[in-house]
């Protein structure tokens, strides 16, 4: 689960309104990401405050550059292995192709050593 995803239900969290799986999630997502858990904890200080409405999401919303996430994304995870899988797939192309060219190279010397053990013989 992404970092906006979890920002997004972070203030419901903090004032108690969402469900248990939602809340599940959160606490999962927050004991790796200490960037979450510093946002979690100034929903928390400003519903103490008493400004946990609108206008103090809003300017919450506002630091969320300041909360860049700390843990790996879905999508980085998909580039790295992504990067991963053309480099293997690159190296058996390469691969293939070189015991390809050498067992044509094997068959081309084949047919020569023939022609010539022919050609021999015809004299």
């Known amino acids: 689960m992404?970092?906006?995803?979890?920002?997004?239900?972070?203030?419901?969290?903090?004032?108690?309104?969402?469900?248990?799986?939602t809340c599940l999630l959160v606490e999962k997502h927050i004991k790796k990401c200490s960037s979450c858990r510093r946002f979690l904890n100034s929903c928390l200080k400003t519903e103490k405050k008493g400004m946990f409405n609108q206008a103090g999401l809003e300017?919450?919303?506002?630091?969320?550059?300041?909360?860049?996430?700390?843990?790996?994304s879905v999508d980085a995870e998909f580039a790295r292995l992504s990067s991963k899988l053309k480099k293997r797939k690159l190296r058996t192309i390469i691969i293939s192709?070189?015991?390809?060219?050498?067992?044509?190279?094997?068959?081309?010397?084949?047919?020569?050593?023939?022609?010539?053990?022919t050609y021999r013989k015809m004299r």
Do not use: H, W
């Open 2 to 21: 992404t970092c906006e995803i979890i920002m997004d239900l972070i203030p419901m969290y903090a004032d108690r309104s969402a469900s248990r799986e």
């Open 59 to 72: 300017k919450l919303r506002g630091n969320l550059r300041s909360f860049e996430c700390d843990i790996p």
């Open 97 to 117: 192709s070189i015991i390809a060219a050498g067992m044509l190279a094997y068959i081309v010397a084949d047919i020569v050593n023939a022609v010539k053990q």
